[in-house]
């Protein structure tokens, strides 16, 4: 099993950035793709970005492009979310994700594991 454990989520307001941190363990081997979903209120679970477990590149998805950034520390096991300029929309639990394939994009059932979810709250 991989264990997945997200960090960061909070309360803040709109305009501010928060960083996600997601530290993949247990039989996480190194080179599993790893990706944040996000699930608004009423809303069906969305791909939000996602990283390749064999070099740095990562895909984040284009109607958040400008603002969310992602990025992996590969040492670590850990995969980051930069978000900045957060609005009230961007209210949601952000989950983590990672996948036996080394480099996937945004299909959920592409992905294996998943944590249990961090919230972010952003109010007006």
């Known amino acids: 099993q991989v264990q997945l454990i997200e960090s960061g989520g909070g309360l803040v307001q709109t305009g501010d950035s928060l960083r996600l941190s997601c530290t993949a363990s247990?039989?996480?081997?190194?080179?599993?793709?790893m990706a944040w979903f996000r699930q608004r209120p009423g809303t069906e679970r969305e791909f939000v970005a996602t990283?390749?477990?064999?070099?740095?590149?990562?895909f984040v998805a284009v109607s958040m492009r400008n603002r969310f950034t992602a990025s992996r520390d590969h040492a670590r096991n850990t995969l980051y979310l930069k978000m900045t300029n957060l609005s009230p929309e961007d209210t949601a639990v952000y989950y983590c994700?990672?996948?036996?394939?080394?480099?996937?994009?945004?299909?959920?059932?592409?992905?294996?594991?998943w944590g249990q979810g961090t919230q972010v709250t952003v109010s007006s």
């Open positions: 247990g039989r996480f081997v190194g080179n599993e793709a």
């Open positions: 990283s390749s477990g064999a070099s740095n590149y990562t």
């Open positions: 994700a990672s996948s036996t394939r080394t480099t996937v994009l945004g299909a959920a059932n592409l992905y294996t594991y």
